[in-house]
């Protein structure tokens, strides 16, 4: 197995099950010399793992796979539905399910299931999401096993400054959401907010993403964009003088001193100064639309991850961060994505009705506001998702003000 995922692997169910629980990592095929409390699988190969989900029989397993694994892609459908179909096979269960690890300790010691029967009245199996690479909001994700293996619930635990603070960013979020009457987006209910052991936890209720996605879905992402962003009203005006130009300036001189944040400060500076009589129109946006944190439906978009979501923006950066996260995701260059986007920007915001010279000084807006929060959780974490700044940022934004100067 990868040291460093078998290492949060281990980590993860450390902080789920802490001491004087001991882990015992196995093969099936050795019986056990203990009563464990607890036996996970290790899906899809002990060699990457990506989720853990009790040691079930492998037709278990395989209704576990169907209703907690969302792929995006198409091939990871199909990889999805062979590891299902191969999980029926006789025998499935010695073959496709070698790895095991059991969690062994006193039963009336504290874990974070007996903490979660305590708070929902009821026991739950948890399957557990193991991110993928080294990331700085990276957290325990788990789902809480209802019957037939249906999750009923997504738990959070914030173990991190960061986490602490972006699970409760989440929950604010999910109250303003809850209250809201929306046509086009469902968005999970909060099933529980609390503490348990110094960390804040989040329990919300599952969306339905086994459900099957339409063919065409653009429609409808645009106007479940669009209903967010205007779900807690909205309102017009100059960008000078505006909550949202002020709350940059306020989260870039948070930040420690470092050459990153100086020129982001100054291209900010230059940035409003250029901007400073544009009218815009400010809402919300959901802060981290991806296809991996939405899932179309045929009456209406499920969203997810509602960590990063922020009110007073100017409307439309949700869908410049899901341009971007298509194209990367697939491989892209970051920097020529940057530019495409900036010069699809009237395009992408003609949903919002933004006109387009207001467009593009969104879309430089979001660049700010992205690179503050890279530098911001790099700060925190020492992580930064895409790297330095300065390498795919700074110099896009740097050229597009200088284009955007000289044609005033
Ligand atoms: N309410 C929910 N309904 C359905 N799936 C969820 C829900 N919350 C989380 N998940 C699943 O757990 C994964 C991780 O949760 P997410 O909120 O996206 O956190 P992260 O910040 O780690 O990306 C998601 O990609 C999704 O598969
Ligand atoms: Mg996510």
Same mark, same amino acid.
Request: charged share 20%; with cysteine.
């Given at each position: ?5 078998r ?15 001991r ?14 409390v ?5 899906l899809p190969?002990?060699?990457?793992p ?9 037709r ?10 969302c ?14 179909t ?28 007996r903490?979660l029967?305590?708070?929902?009245g ?6 557990v ?5 080294v990331?700085?909001n990276?957290?325990?994700?788990v ?7 249906k999750?009923?619930?997504y ?11 972006l ?5 604010d ?6 209250t809201?009457?929306?046509r086009?987006v ?23 993403v ?24 909205h ?9 949202? #130009?002020?709350a940059l &300036?306020?989260?870039? =001189?948070?930040? %420690? @001193?470092d050459?990153?944040?100086?020129? $982001?400060?100054? /291209?900010?500076r ?6 400073h ?12 639309w ?8 045929p ?5 997810w991850?509602?960590?990063r ?8 950066l949700?869908?410049f ?5 298509v ?5 892209a260059?970051l920097?020529?994505?940057v530019?495409?986007?900036l010069?699809? #920007?009237?395009?992408? &915001?003609?949903?919002? =009705?933004?006109? %387009? @010279?207001?467009?593009?000084?969104t879309? $430089?807006?979001? /660049?700010?506001d ?6 911001t959780?790099?700060?925190l974490?020492?992580?930064?998702r ?9 110099p ?9 100067e000289?044609?005033?």
């Amino acid at each position: 197995m990868n040291p460093n995922r078998r290492e949060y692997l281990l980590e993860i169910l450390t902080t789920l099950y802490p001491p004087p629980h001991r882990l015992r990592l196995r093969s099936a095929a050795s019986y056990p010399d203990h009563r464990p409390v607890a036996s996970y699988r290790i899906l899809p190969l002990p060699q990457r793992p990506q989720l853990l989900v009790p040691a079930l029989p492998a037709r278990a397993t395989a209704r576990i796979l169907r209703y907690t694994v969302c792929p995006t892609s198409r091939l990871a459908r199909l990889a999805r539905a062979v590891a299902i179909t191969g999980l029926t096979l006789p025998g499935a269960t010695r073959l496709a399910l070698p790895g095991r690890i059991d969690i062994c300790g006193p039963p009336e010691a504290d874990s974070f299931p007996r903490y979660l029967r305590h708070r929902l009245g009821r026991p739950v199996a948890l399957a557990v999401h193991i991110g993928g690479p080294v990331r700085a909001n990276r957290k325990p994700v788990v789902a809480l096993l209802g019957d037939e293996g249906k999750p009923i619930g997504y738990a959070k635990l914030g173990v991190t400054p960061l986490t602490h603070q972006l699970i409760n960013n989440e929950r604010d979020a999910l109250r303003i959401l809850g209250t809201a009457q929306l046509r086009h987006v469902t968005v999970p209910q909060i099933l529980h907010s609390g503490q348990w052991r110094g960390h804040n936890v989040l329990v919300q209720s599952a969306l339905p993403v086994w459900r099957p996605r339409p063919l065409r879905s653009s429609a409808a992402i645009a106007r479940a964009m669009v209903e967010v962003a205007t779900v807690h009203g909205h309102h017009t005006g100059p960008l000078t003088g505006s909550g949202y #130009a002020e709350a940059l &300036l306020t989260r870039l =001189s948070a930040l %420690p @001193a470092d050459p990153d944040v100086t020129q $982001l400060t100054h /291209l900010t500076r230059r940035l409003l100064a250029h901007g400073h009589r544009t009218v815009l129109t400010y809402g919300a946006w959901h802060g981290d639309w991806t296809p991996w944190n939405t899932h179309p439906l045929p009456d209406g978009v499920l969203v997810w991850d509602w960590e990063r979501f922020s009110l007073g923006v100017p409307l439309g950066l949700d869908a410049f961060h899901l341009f971007l996260a298509v194209r990367v995701s697939a491989g892209a260059d970051l920097a020529q994505t940057v530019r495409e986007c900036l010069a699809r #920007a009237p395009k992408l &915001l003609a949903p919002f =009705s933004v006109p %387009p @010279a207001a467009a593009r000084l969104t879309c $430089l807006l979001y /660049l700010v506001d992205i690179g503050i929060r890279h530098l911001t959780d790099r700060a925190l974490t020492g992580h930064s998702r895409h790297g330095e700044i300065s390498a795919w940022l700074l110099p896009v934004l740097r050229y597009a003000l200088n284009a955007e100067e000289e044609f005033v």
